[in-house]
C-alpha cells in the first residue's frame, strides 16, 4: 500500500501563485507516472498535468499547459505541482495519483490508470 499525502492548497486571487506537494509512505523511484487531477463542484475529475518517472516525458491539459509545472524529487518522495497565472476556473480539490505498473495504465490523464490517490487538497481562486 502507498499513502499519498497532499498540501500547498489555498485561497488566492487571479493571477497569483500556489505550490502542491504530494508527499508518497513510498519511495518514488519506482513509480512510473504521477498525475495530478483537479475536480470542480459538480464536475468529473480532470487530469492537469503527468509526469513519466523524473520527468523524461511531462504531460499537461490543454487549459494549464504554459502556466502549471510538475517535478518529481525523488529524495523527498515528493511530486510538485508549481500553479502561475492562476484563474477562477482552476478552482477546485486537486488530487495527486500514482502509478506503480500494478495494472493497465491507460493514459496519464485517465483515472482508471493509477493504483493510489490522495484525499485532496482545495483550491479556490477568486476574481
Known amino acids: 500500500q502507498v499513502r499519498l499525502v497532499e498540501s500547498g492548497g489555498g485561497s488566492v486571487q487571479a493571477g497569483g501563485s500556489l505550490r502542491l506537494s504530494c508527499v508518497a509512505s513510498?519511495?518514488?523511484?519506482?513509480?512510473?507516472?504521477t498525475g495530478w487531477f483537479r475536480q470542480a463542484p459538480g464536475k468529473e475529475r480532470e487530469g492537469v498535468a503527468a509526469?513519466?518517472?523524473?520527468?523524461?516525458?511531462?504531460n499537461y491539459s490543454d487549459s494549464v499547459k504554459g502556466r502549471f509545472t510538475i517535478s518529481r524529487d525523488s529524495a523527498k518522495s515528493t511530486t510538485y505541482l508549481q500553479m502561475n497565472d492562476l484563474k477562477p476556473e482552476d478552482s477546485g480539490i486537486y488530487y495527486c495519483?500514482?502509478?506503480?505498473?500494478?495494472?493497465?495504465?491507460?493514459?496519464?490523464?485517465?483515472?482508471?490508470?493509477?493504483?493510489?490517490w490522495g484525499q485532496g487538497t482545495q483550491v479556490t481562486v477568486s476574481s
Open positions: 513510498r519511495e518514488t523511484k519506482s513509480v512510473l507516472y
Open positions: 509526469i513519466y518517472r523524473e520527468g523524461e516525458t511531462t
Open positions: 495519483a500514482a502509478y506503480y505498473n500494478e495494472g493497465w495504465f491507460r493514459g496519464p490523464f485517465f483515472t482508471s490508470s493509477y493504483d493510489y
